[in-house]
């Protein structure tokens, strides 16, 4: 049963308690293995204001806290321009707050790195390497030999279905394999957490579906904590164990959900009955509700 | 117009049905620029304009042009078997074209070997992109033949004036694409690398360099352009061998024949390079335009 706890976000902005927890997972082996699998990630009461030239500054995030621990499958759901992507970014190390922080395993976070694995939309790849290059990319920044690559990535490479595709060229594949591609590179590097915007944003239905259990599958099986960003309600609702629904003007989290439509899907591997079930569909509507709100109020949808 | 293309027989009809836009034929896309395959029309060009070069001026049929205007094609290709064996001003056409071909490579491996690294430093950092920008905005909309003068003056008239000439041509573009190469370069691209534990210098050289190479060699090819371009203007002192050289003096004596081969050899070398530049793309840069 789904549990329904819609609340302000900011209620909720917890106190920095994240003394305790510093040391309380030592990085597993070498540097061969684990960039930190089992470590929570961690954004307290970040704050992102983009100078803008002309007119106000905008507030793409104010104080918003969320943490994710491992096998945590966080979904961000909201009308574009309410900050998710910021928000992401701010999680990969790609921008940093302009007030608050973010930490992995009680570290705080500088800069991108294979701790946080991030898989885009599209335009990421590398296309001058073939599929298995693409994937050991990260190990081979990382300075692993070669002879050792191809074992490590062997796993990921299984799990995600592309056995067979190793020795393509990029170009040669279609829109849901290049997607599979991306999410075994970004596996590869065994990070604590994994990064996703908008991952599926691009693909057919069909593929669309197909991918959503794929990626419900890899997370069982890796244990992975995972930010996934969607602009599908229906998406969310099925692969999330929490759902987060943002508003924009200033960015923040409005409510969030304690799901487990995931779960159901994992006893009975038919992922249109979940969708159908009632409560699903009454959380579907309830939410398109906010989100319609929010949509309306920026004059994005012209009635 | 819409009269013209119904009557699809009369001249004005097949006129109107060059520019008419009516629904495709299924296969081809609807509204797309330029459909359709032109080279029975180059052909039927290219052997209608031999045809007209060879009516005018054949002895046979009365010439309209004087020779010294326009040679017949007879007497040009007599010109090049001669030049070419026996040679002219003491160099034949292989002594000639080798030097021409030597000095454009010289100039074309400097010009690659400056223009690419200054390319990517002026795109990845904004100190040199500061410094550099004013001279090479500034000299690269210049005529060769303007500066060519300067060059006489500062480096003389030896060698060393050619190759600066021809690596200057040759420069400007290198870099030009070079940076355009790295805007071209996804900032997913770049932060999927630096996600995966890549250093900044692993980014550069992995991801960075790699997705600037279509326009990289794209620089490279129309910088050898730019380099045959040149060619006359950079041999056009004191020079003994080259193509530019043979042209700039068979004009001086009016020897016409020899001109008009000259001109048709560069025209054909230089063709072939871009050929070449061509198929070296395909082979190095497969997924260019692909992603
Ligand atoms: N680089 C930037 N400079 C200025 N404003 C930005 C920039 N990036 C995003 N914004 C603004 O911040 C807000 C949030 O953007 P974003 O995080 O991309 O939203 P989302 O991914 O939810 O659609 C938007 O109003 C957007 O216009
Ligand atoms: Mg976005």
Known sequence: MAQVKGRPASKKAKSASTKSRKNSRPAKGGKATGNGSGKELRAEAVTVVYPVKEGDDVHALEKVSLSISPGDFVVALGASGCGKTTFLNLLAGFIKPTEGNVTLGGKPVLGPGADRGVVFQKHALLPWLKVLQNVTFGLKMQGIPQDKRRDMARKYIDLVGLKDFEQKNIYELSGGMQQRVGLARALTSDPAALLMDEPLGALDALTRDNMQELILDVWRETHKAIFFITHSVEEALFMATKLIVMSPRPGRITHEYELDFCHRFFECRDARKVKSMPDFIEMREEIITIIRGDELEGGNIHV | MSDATHSGSSFFGRLGRLFSAG????????????VGNSTTIAIASAIGIFFLWWVTTTPALGPMVKPLFLPSPAEVWDKFVSVATEGYQDQTLAEHTLA?????FIAFVLAALFGIPIGM????????????????????????????PLTIIWFGIGETQKLVLLFLAM??????????????????QIHAAYSLGASRAQVLWHVILKGAMPEILTGMRIGIGFGWTTLVAAELVATER???????????????????MGIVVIGIIAYSFDLLMRWVERRVVPWKGRV
């Open chain 2, 23 to 34: 629904p495709a034929k299924p296969g081809d896309s609807f509204g797309a620029p330029g």
């Open chain 2, 100 to 104: 021409s071909v030597q000095r454009i």
């Open chain 2, 121 to 148: 430093a002026m795109a990845t950092n904004r100190v040199f992109r500061g410094i550099f920008d004013p001279p090479i905005e500034f000299y690269r909309p210049l005529p060769p033949l303007g500066y060519l």
């Open chain 2, 171 to 188: 420069f400007a573009p290198m870099v030009l694409n070079t940076r355009a190469g790295v805007r071209s370069v996804a900032i997913e």
């Open chain 2, 242 to 260: 080259g193509l530019g050289a043979m042209i700039m003096s068979a004009s001086e004596f009016l020897v016409t024949s020899v001109v008009i």
